[in-house]
């Protein structure tokens, strides 16, 4: 762990990608891949601590990701509309300070359009549609969120590795790509009646059907009364093949 916040994003950005690709962790739902040439950013959320929000989402670690930190970054994903996925409080540093591209869901471009920093700057990524920024591709497939209908997940690409970037998909049967990154979390029925994360079997299926070799949990961490124990995952992956990866924050792991 890096000594101060403040350190994280500089030494991403110092750190030299020679092959492959490599992803640092940021906490919650946030995390960074690169290439040797490209950074994409995956959904980057800073927030107050909202406290005594009435349905638990307080926030319950500190903010290890500091937008005003960040100088070099081409693309910057969001998967949907939900405000720890998509917050012009984060982004308009991030576009300020960088040339990046917004690759966005149709839901998220919607809630950017009122923001004028947003103009020109934003990538509608509907399912199906592909782009190519740098050496990386990014691919936008079909999400099953639990309230935004046109919420997508991505597959990232570069030099035939591939990441799947879940946002915060639930499992369905449609998910057949190589690579995970799921949204992993206690689901609270007596605060929201709805299923809004994976819980760790739903998590390790959805890994498998992805035919995953590598799957790291994420956004487990950030909400009070959502927090989950990634562990919980690895039984049901033993024997299967894919390897579990838990990060802490500001962390790394290559890809490939």
Same mark, same amino acid.
């Given at each position: 762990m890096p000594e101060s916040r403040h350190d994280i994003v500089p030494a991403i950005e110092a750190f030299e990608v020679r092959e492959g690709l490599r992803l640092w962790w940021l906490g919650g739902p946030s995390y960074v891949i690169k290439s040797p040439t490209t950074t994409v950013y995956v959904d980057p959320y800073h927030c107050g601590d909202r406290? =005594?929000? /009435? %349905? =638990? &989402? *307080? %926030?319950?670690?500190?903010?290890? &990701?500091? /937008? *005003?930190?960040v100088t070099r970054a081409d693309a910057i994903i969001s998967t949907h509309n939900h405000s720890d996925h998509c917050d012009p409080a984060t982004l308009e540093p991030m576009c300020r300070q960088t040339a990046a591209r917004i690759v966005a869901a149709p839901s998220s471009a919607e809630k950017l359009a009122p923001w004028a920093w947003s103009h020109g700057r934003v990538d509608v990524f509907a399912r199906g549609t592909s782009g190519t920024y740098g050496d990386i591709t990014l691919t936008a497939f079909q999400a099953q969120d639990w309230d935004d209908p046109a919420a997508v997940t991505f597959v990232l690409g570069h030099a035939g590795r591939h990441v799947f970037v879940g946002g915060d998909t639930l499992f369905f049967p449609g998910l057949a790509e190589v690579g995970a990154v799921l949204a992993l979390a206690r689901n609270r029925r007596d605060l929201i009646d709805a299923e809004l994360y994976l819980d760790p079997p739903a998590l390790a299926r959805a890994a498998l059907t992805l035919k995953a070799t590598t799957v790291l949990p994420v956004h487990w961490d950030i909400w009070k009364a959502w927090v989950e124990n990634p562990r919980l995952v690895e039984p049901y992956l033993s024997g299967t093949g894919t390897r579990f990866a838990l990060l802490d924050p500001g962390q790394s792991l290559a890809i490939g």
């Amino acid at each position: 762990m890096p000594e101060s916040r403040h350190d994280i994003v500089p030494a991403i950005e110092a750190f030299e990608v020679r092959e492959g690709l490599r992803l640092w962790w940021l906490g919650g739902p946030s995390y960074v891949i690169k290439s040797p040439t490209t950074t994409v950013y995956v959904d980057p959320y800073h927030c107050g601590d909202r406290a =005594g929000d /009435p %349905r =638990g &989402f *307080e %926030r319950a670690i500190a903010n290890y &990701f500091l /937008p *005003e930190d960040v100088t070099r970054a081409d693309a910057i994903i969001s998967t949907h509309n939900h405000s720890d996925h998509c917050d012009p409080a984060t982004l308009e540093p991030m576009c300020r300070q960088t040339a990046a591209r917004i690759v966005a869901a149709p839901s998220s471009a919607e809630k950017l359009a009122p923001w004028a920093w947003s103009h020109g700057r934003v990538d509608v990524f509907a399912r199906g549609t592909s782009g190519t920024y740098g050496d990386i591709t990014l691919t936008a497939f079909q999400a099953q969120d639990w309230d935004d209908p046109a919420a997508v997940t991505f597959v990232l690409g570069h030099a035939g590795r591939h990441v799947f970037v879940g946002g915060d998909t639930l499992f369905f049967p449609g998910l057949a790509e190589v690579g995970a990154v799921l949204a992993l979390a206690r689901n609270r029925r007596d605060l929201i009646d709805a299923e809004l994360y994976l819980d760790p079997p739903a998590l390790a299926r959805a890994a498998l059907t992805l035919k995953a070799t590598t799957v790291l949990p994420v956004h487990w961490d950030i909400w009070k009364a959502w927090v989950e124990n990634p562990r919980l995952v690895e039984p049901y992956l033993s024997g299967t093949g894919t390897r579990f990866a838990l990060l802490d924050p500001g962390q790394s792991l290559a890809i490939g």
